[in-house]
């Protein structure tokens, strides 16, 4: 068990690369927080997993519901050992011009202020506990952005500068911080990435990858158990790219 007893939260773990995190965590020891926007969703999942998940729904771009949900957490677990900042939004493919005032406003919101007010909640308290793991789902798009998604891939960008940023601040209180970068993959977001959903830009999509596939929730999951695992003690500040080659 490599995760055992660890007490984890992954935030947007209701579907898609969240889910397949918290599943995963579950298996190797951990006990896990599903937070997510969609109640239905996060019970669902909590329930599927079994009696080591509990299910809390938030929307972590308010900093009431980052609140109560880091309280929550120590209330049912009285600490919390590692966070999965899983939970994002992207707009949909289409020049970046055409993409409104409030479509930025949220993807800005969702995938890069989280970081920040999770970080305000969980940072005092792994440095209380004298440790922490901390792993940020960004993206290929922050490093190779892909056209028509100027705003996301600005989004994700700044998701790996925090956390280098943080990785550097943290270590001298060994909190690790580190980052996965997905290439597109099997998720509910897909169908925005490619603007349309049809057979031709899957094979537009999968012909930029060499590996020769999309990315399946069970790729990000193994990447995510060695980097919040003792195993990658010596680990901080790396943004992983767990894209079958489309960085090269």
Request: proline share 3%; charged share 20%.
């Amino acid at each position: 068990m490599r995760l055992n007893n660890k007490i984890s939260l992954v935030t947007g773990a209701g579907s898609g690369f969240g889910r397949g995190i918290a599943s995963r965590f579950v298996e190797e020891g951990a006990k896990v927080v599903v937070a997510d926007i969609n109640q239905e969703a996060a019970e669902m999942v909590a329930e599927e997993i079994g009696e080591n998940a509990i299910a809390i729904v938030a929307d972590v771009s308010q900093n009431t519901d980052v609140s109560a949900m880091i309280q929550l957490t120590v209330e049912q677990y009285g600490r919390l050992d590692i966070l999965v900042n899983n939970a994002g939004t992207t707009h949909r493919n289409k020049l970046m011009t055409e993409v409104s005032e409030e479509e930025f406003d949220h993807i800005l919101a969702v995938n890069v202020k989280s970081v920040f007010l999770t970080a305000k909640h969980i940072v005092p308290l792994m440095k209380k506990q004298g440790s922490g793991v901390i792993l940020n789902v960004a993206s290929t798009a922050g490093v190779r952005p892909r056209p028509g998604l100027a705003w996301y891939n600005t989004s994700k960008g700044a998701m790996i500068a925090a956390t280098k940023a943080m990785a550097i601040e943290l270590a001298p209180e060994k909190i690790r911080v580190n980052a996965i970068n997905p290439v597109a993959g099997e998720t509910g977001m897909l169908h925005l990435f490619m603007g349309e959903d049809t057979p031709e830009k899957r094979k537009q999509f999968v012909s930029s990858i060499p590996w020769g596939r999309l990315s399946q929730p069970e790729d990000m999951a193994n990447a995510a158990l060695f980097l919040c695992s003792d195993e990658a003690e010596m680990v901080t500040g790396t943004c992983m790219e767990v894209d079958g080659g489309r960085c090269i």
